[in-house]
């Protein structure tokens, strides 16, 4: 018997906004991959631990440029004491974010991640948290991306669940892989409680 994942204090919810999960563009299988993830975060909720939702600025004329449809947050947010947004310029979470004060104000030392995408916005936030010390679980069936098209004298279509299960792997041995969004715990963080963040205003 696999034993038990040691509850995180915080979830991390990367970029699950509508131009990624919703209509014909959305990632595969996003319809099974929202229902984890809300999961996750009625879990969090319901434990106490902080719920932090990334939301990505892009450029113009991308799909999540910002207040563009594309670009607004898919689940419903509840934002308070324990629940915020907070607006990205870079795939990096922590980068030019509030982020790792938030984590570092409330006593934060283990985070869940999920979200889009596998290789690009989740590896990118869950590789800066290993490297500032925190423990990161990222569960299997909570993260997705796109299919990597065919390339000429390079290769065929990458399908988007080995892409997944790359960028897992190239997180190295620090990052606790578990199979299902199921197995993670949460629990609510002895720090100290966060003033609201305000959604990052960029230009």
Not at 91 to 102: A, I, N, Q, R, V
Not at 109 to 136: D, K, N, P
Not at 192 to 202: E, M, Q, S
Request: aromatic letters at 4%; one cysteine or more.
């Amino acid at each position: 018997m696999t034993a038990p994942v040691p509850p995180a204090q915080a979830l991390i919810v990367v970029d699950v906004q509508s131009a990624f999960v919703s209509g014909p563009a959305a990632v595969p299988g996003a319809p099974r991959l929202l229902e984890r993830i809300e999961d996750l975060t009625a879990r969090a909720r319901t434990a106490g631990a902080l719920v932090v939702h990334l939301q990505n600025d892009g450029p113009a004329g991308a799909a999540d440029e910002p207040k563009t449809p594309g670009w607004e947050l898919h689940l419903p947010v509840r934002e308070g004491q324990r629940e915020v947004v907070i607006r990205k310029p870079e795939d990096d979470g922590f980068k030019d974010t509030p982020l790792g004060e938030l984590l570092t104000g409330m006593g934060i030392q283990a985070i869940a991640v999920c979200g889009v995408m596998s290789e690009m916005c989740v590896s990118a936030t869950a590789r800066t948290a290993l490297a500032l010390g925190y423990r990161v679980v990222l569960p299997h069936d909570a993260h997705a991306t796109y299919d990597i098209p065919a390339a000429e004298g390079i290769s065929d279509v990458v399908p988007a669940a080995i892409v997944s299960r790359v960028a897992e792997w190239a997180l190295g041995s620090e990052a606790e892989i578990v199979p299902r969004a199921a197995d993670v715990a949460f629990v609510e963080p002895v720090g100290a409680r966060p003033d609201r963040v305000t959604p990052r205003a960029n230009g």
